[in-house]
């Protein structure tokens, strides 16, 4: 099928494309609040259709003007980021090449503007990747590659999690307040990068293995560009006099679309003190701190192969929700 794509100069009929184009995917009309829903990206489209960093494709029959597909590619900096589960296309025609034509447009658009990367993120129910087949193959096939591991998203009803702050034998927590980024820098290596094992699961993943991308996520968290950051929600664990783990909190305050949730950003206990329960103890403790605040869930990410934390995690409330793949590709 020949297909011409266009850059979208009207809102309202990039819209009504975009709704057609994306009505086929779960979440189009049985939204949840913690997947994706339609009123709030369309909300988002209206909101960034204008600047000059979005750009919004549309793919249209040669022959009968018919729109077949849509797609957003936001540049920021020398990366450009392509809309959620997109490309949009309807399921009737996606045995076509009409993906592949939007993504290999984008991709001439980012490096007119001296953009270097693309990347995408993928995120889809847990244990249900059929359900995101098309775009994980077309995404391959356009030369995406994983940029990290895959990542499973965990959701936890603070309502129904029982787990409370407990004593902890010569176990306490102090204010992460008192040290420096830096500080939990170091930290984050010593948890996440000390061990072969520890490196095999996370090696992967440059917000905790390489010092200047995990600086740059700590400094995120405290800027408050991740969500609201009580100091409470940095803790320090002590086995007596010994720093024996940490963890990094932030809460999304309540929208349209999502109720008030509590983030695990980081949780690391470092190798010589572990199985000893200071994980649980600091995410017991975390959990009083969203709840304070307001928090009706938690959610916190972890490798899919860190089989050891998902194991942890469940058996403190939280529950599997979603895979989460970030794909990305170098642009010559």
Same mark, same amino acid.
């Given at each position: 099928?020949?297909?011409?794509?266009?850059?979208?100069?009207?809102?309202?009929?990039?819209?009504?494309?975009?709704?057609?184009?994306?009505?086929?995917?779960?979440?189009?009309?049985?939204?949840?609040?913690?997947? @994706?829903?339609?009123?709030?990206?369309?909300?988002?489209?209206?909101?960034?259709?204008?600047?000059?960093?979005?750009?919004?494709?549309?793919?249209?029959?040669?022959?009968?003007?018919?729109?077949?597909?849509?797609?957003?590619?936001?540049?920021?900096?020398?990366?450009?980021?392509?809309?959620?589960?997109?490309?949009?296309?309807?399921?009737?025609?996606?045995?076509?090449?009409?993906?592949?034509?939007?993504?290999?447009?984008?991709?001439?658009?980012?490096?007119?503007?001296?953009?270097?990367?693309?990347?995408?993120?993928?995120?889809?129910?847990?244990?249900?990747?059929?359900?995101?087949?098309?775009?994980?193959?077309?995404?391959?096939?356009?030369?995406?590659?994983?940029?990290?591991?895959?990542?499973?998203?965990?959701?936890?009803?603070?309502?129904?999690?029982?787990?409370?702050?407990?004593?902890?034998?010569?176990?306490?927590? +102090?204010?992460?307040?008192?040290?420096?980024?830096?500080?939990?820098?170091?930290?984050?290596?010593?948890?996440?990068?000390?061990?072969?094992?520890?490196?095999?699961?996370?090696?992967?993943?440059?917000?905790?293995?390489?010092?200047?991308?995990?600086?740059? +996520?700590?400094?995120?968290?405290?800027?408050?560009?991740?969500?609201?950051?009580?100091?409470?929600?940095?803790?320090?664990?002590?086995?007596?006099?010994?720093?024996?783990?940490?963890?990094?909190?932030?809460?999304?305050?309540?929208?349209? @679309?999502?109720?008030?949730?509590?983030?695990?950003?980081?949780?690391? +206990?470092?190798?010589?003190?572990?199985?000893?329960?200071?994980?649980?103890?600091?995410?017991?403790?975390?959990?009083?701190?969203?709840?304070?605040?307001?928090?009706?869930?938690?959610? +916190?990410?972890?490798?899919?192969?860190?089989?050891?934390?998902?194991?942890?995690?469940?058996?403190?409330? @939280?529950?599997?929700?979603?895979?989460?793949?970030?794909?990305?590709?170098?642009?010559?």
């Amino acid at each position: 099928m020949k297909t011409n794509i266009e850059i979208a100069d009207s809102l309202d009929e990039y819209l009504q494309h975009w709704t057609k184009c994306i009505g086929d995917v779960h979440w189009f009309d049985n939204p949840s609040p913690f997947d @994706y829903n339609r009123e709030e990206m369309a909300e988002e489209i209206a909101k960034e259709f204008n600047q000059p960093e979005c750009i919004h494709l549309v793919a249209k029959s040669e022959r009968s003007n018919e729109v077949l597909g849509t797609l957003k590619v936001k540049i920021q900096a020398d990366v450009g980021t392509l809309g959620r589960w997109e490309p949009a296309i309807p399921v009737k025609h996606r045995k076509s090449r009409v993906g592949e034509a939007l993504i290999e447009e984008a991709f001439i658009i980012l490096r007119k503007n001296h953009s270097s990367r693309a990347r995408c993120i993928l995120k889809f129910p847990f244990n249900q990747p059929v359900k995101a087949r098309w775009l994980l193959s077309l995404y391959q096939k356009c030369g995406f590659v994983k940029g990290r591991p895959s990542n499973i998203l965990l959701l936890a009803d603070l309502s129904k999690a029982t787990i409370k702050p407990s004593a902890l034998r010569d176990v306490r927590i +102090v204010d992460g307040g008192d040290f420096s980024l830096e500080d939990f820098a170091d930290f984050t290596l010593k948890a996440y990068m000390s061990m072969p094992q520890d490196k095999e699961v996370h090696q992967g993943d440059p917000y905790v293995s390489n010092r200047e991308n995990v600086l740059e +996520v700590l400094e995120a968290i405290k800027a408050g560009n991740m969500g609201f950051f009580p100091p409470e929600c940095c803790q320090i664990a002590k086995l007596k006099t010994d720093i024996a783990g940490f963890i990094i909190g932030f809460i999304r305050k309540e929208t349209k @679309y999502q109720p008030t949730f509590g983030v695990i950003g980081e949780l690391g +206990v470092f190798p010589e003190f572990r199985r000893k329960g200071i994980a649980m103890f600091l995410i017991a403790n975390i959990f009083e701190c969203f709840r304070k605040h307001g928090c009706s869930y938690s959610l +916190v990410g972890t490798p899919k192969l860190n089989r050891s934390a998902i194991k942890l995690y469940c058996k403190i409330g @939280y529950a599997p929700a979603f895979e989460q793949i970030d794909f990305e590709k170098t642009l010559s």
